[in-house]
């Protein structure tokens, strides 16, 4: 009883530990959701078994449990956990490091160096991890939420496995609600509804998830929120988008997979997407003049000028209304006929004219202007196109020693089924 009034006793914190320490796994069996690397053929668990714990990358959201993995990894394998983040650390810190798992590994025990945000170490700093991986000093496990073969080091992703870790589903969420139901002792506050909204607002994130239970834990007991009143008690969470990073190019590329499959639903969800993640509509007005170029060229003539027009549309009207026309835009495009037909010989055209640029055109076709020139035989020959019958003269216009390439190959569809017929009536003439 005396400490309760000694003035220099250290205060005692009653308060309970946080839902996601109390929930915080305590063995690899225990986790929620990586099944496919914790599961009796995963590449986690294949490693346990064979007692050969090697540097791994972690890959991946949020929320999904890297951290814990880590630990887990440590406590499996009776190695000391050290664990640092790439944002508040740099080389001082790193070798201090370095040299104390030096001092450990002569006692016979192992280190696991845990680094969260490996991506943001320089490359340098990578570098400095390399001799201690290799002689056995740590085993790296670095978390990372950026593709690894962009970030990191050759050098370092050649001495580990790179392991990716997948956002937690509707599923796995749900189990993770009903232990915290378990743990605690007492059900969520919220109606069916409720709950599966909870759910979603997680949006795979398990630690997300954990803080707004905690939140709804909170409320007065007793009572039932439903879900009309849950909008009211939390914010939604902003969807997972970085501008400038891996998730920007992954929502792009289905946007524009989906316009090039003709599916209207699928490209205006992630048009959507991007527009929510907060994306410049100025960049996608681009984007997707670019499919109309790229994936419909003269299938469709008209594609291109509609994008332009709601291009500029969006520049008159500004958010929210303008962004009407670039999904305008996007059905359009969806729908329309496919042809990469002009794509495709640009391409080879490219190709080849960096094989022959630096060939003369032939002569027939160079104008002369001097004297001279028509001496040399520039323009002799020439056929005016016009003053032959059909308009259409059939000579070579590649230069003289250059095989006549074939480069535009007109589908048939949309409109390019008319070039095409075009194109097969000059060919047959230029063969007589």
């Given at each position: 009883m005396a400490d309760l009034f000694d003035n220099n006793a250290e205060p005692k914190d009653t308060r309970p530990a946080p839902l996601a320490d109390q929930l915080r796994p305590r063995k690899l069996d225990e986790v929620i959701g990586q099944q496919h690397l914790l599961g009796t053929d995963g590449a986690l668990r294949v490693m346990l078994e064979s007692g050969n714990l090697s540097s791994v990358i972690f890959w991946g959201p949020p929320g999904v449990g890297k951290t814990t993995l880590a630990k887990l990894l440590a406590d499996e394998t009776e190695m000391e956990f050290v664990q640092i983040s790439a944002i508040f650390s740099g080389m001082p810190e790193l070798r201090k490091l370095f040299?104390?798992?030096?001092l450990r590994r002569q006692t016979g025990r192992g280190t696991l160096l845990f680094v969260d945000e490996i991506h943001r170490f320089n490359k340098a700093q990578q570098d400095g991890f390399l001799p201690y991986?290799?002689?056995?000093?740590?085993?790296?496990?670095?978390?990372?939420?950026?593709?690894?073969?962009?970030?990191?080091n050759a050098a370092v992703l050649s001495r580990a496995q790179v392991l990716v870790l997948e956002r937690l589903s509707l599923t796995d969420l749900e189990l993770m609600a009903q232990r915290a139901e378990t743990v605690l002792q007492r059900p969520l506050p919220l109606s069916a509804d409720a709950r599966e909204a909870v759910l979603d607002m997680a949006d795979g994130d398990g630690r997300a998830l954990l803080n707004t239970l905690e939140q709804c834990y909170s409320w007065k007991p007793g009572k039932q929120v439903k879900l009309a009143e849950l909008s009211k008690r939390l914010s939604k969470r902003a969807p997972k988008y970085d501008k400038s990073g891996e998730e920007h190019y992954n929502l792009i590329s289905a946007l524009h997979k989906s316009?090039?499959?003709?599916d209207p639903d699928?490209?205006?969800?992630?048009?959507?997407?991007?527009?929510?993640?907060?994306?410049?509509?100025?960049?996608?007005?681009?984007?997707?003049?670019?499919?109309?170029v790229e994936d419909i060229g003269l299938a469709d003539p008209q594609a291109q000028e509609l994008c332009l027009q709601a291009w500029q549309t969006y520049e008159r009207l500004g958010s929210p209304e303008g962004e009407l026309a670039l999904v305008q835009a996007v059905i359009y495009l969806a729908l329309a006929p496919k042809s990469n037909a002009s794509y495709m010989a640009f391409k080879e055209g490219m190709k080849h004219a960096r094989k022959t640029g630096s060939l003369s055109p032939p002569k027939h076709i160079l104008n002369a202007p001097t004297q001279m020139m028509k001496d040399q035989g520039y323009g002799a020959a020439y056929e005016y196109d016009h003053d032959t019958e059909d308009g259409f003269s059939g000579q070579n216009y590649f230069p003289d020693d250059v095989a006549r390439g074939v480069y535009y190959l007109p589908v048939e569809r949309g409109f390019e089924r008319e070039l095409k017929k075009r194109v097969d009536y000059f060919a047959k003439k230029r063969r007589k």
């Amino acid at each position: 009883m005396a400490d309760l009034f000694d003035n220099n006793a250290e205060p005692k914190d009653t308060r309970p530990a946080p839902l996601a320490d109390q929930l915080r796994p305590r063995k690899l069996d225990e986790v929620i959701g990586q099944q496919h690397l914790l599961g009796t053929d995963g590449a986690l668990r294949v490693m346990l078994e064979s007692g050969n714990l090697s540097s791994v990358i972690f890959w991946g959201p949020p929320g999904v449990g890297k951290t814990t993995l880590a630990k887990l990894l440590a406590d499996e394998t009776e190695m000391e956990f050290v664990q640092i983040s790439a944002i508040f650390s740099g080389m001082p810190e790193l070798r201090k490091l370095f040299e104390a798992a030096k001092l450990r590994r002569q006692t016979g025990r192992g280190t696991l160096l845990f680094v969260d945000e490996i991506h943001r170490f320089n490359k340098a700093q990578q570098d400095g991890f390399l001799p201690y991986m290799e002689d056995g000093t740590i085993v790296l496990v670095g978390a990372t939420t950026e593709n690894p073969s962009f970030e990191l080091n050759a050098a370092v992703l050649s001495r580990a496995q790179v392991l990716v870790l997948e956002r937690l589903s509707l599923t796995d969420l749900e189990l993770m609600a009903q232990r915290a139901e378990t743990v605690l002792q007492r059900p969520l506050p919220l109606s069916a509804d409720a709950r599966e909204a909870v759910l979603d607002m997680a949006d795979g994130d398990g630690r997300a998830l954990l803080n707004t239970l905690e939140q709804c834990y909170s409320w007065k007991p007793g009572k039932q929120v439903k879900l009309a009143e849950l909008s009211k008690r939390l914010s939604k969470r902003a969807p997972k988008y970085d501008k400038s990073g891996e998730e920007h190019y992954n929502l792009i590329s289905a946007l524009h997979k989906s316009v090039r499959g003709s599916d209207p639903d699928a490209a205006v969800y992630w048009l959507c997407r991007m527009f929510t993640g907060g994306e410049d509509p100025r960049y996608l007005a681009r984007r997707i003049t670019r499919m109309a170029v790229e994936d419909i060229g003269l299938a469709d003539p008209q594609a291109q000028e509609l994008c332009l027009q709601a291009w500029q549309t969006y520049e008159r009207l500004g958010s929210p209304e303008g962004e009407l026309a670039l999904v305008q835009a996007v059905i359009y495009l969806a729908l329309a006929p496919k042809s990469n037909a002009s794509y495709m010989a640009f391409k080879e055209g490219m190709k080849h004219a960096r094989k022959t640029g630096s060939l003369s055109p032939p002569k027939h076709i160079l104008n002369a202007p001097t004297q001279m020139m028509k001496d040399q035989g520039y323009g002799a020959a020439y056929e005016y196109d016009h003053d032959t019958e059909d308009g259409f003269s059939g000579q070579n216009y590649f230069p003289d020693d250059v095989a006549r390439g074939v480069y535009y190959l007109p589908v048939e569809r949309g409109f390019e089924r008319e070039l095409k017929k075009r194109v097969d009536y000059f060919a047959k003439k230029r063969r007589k």
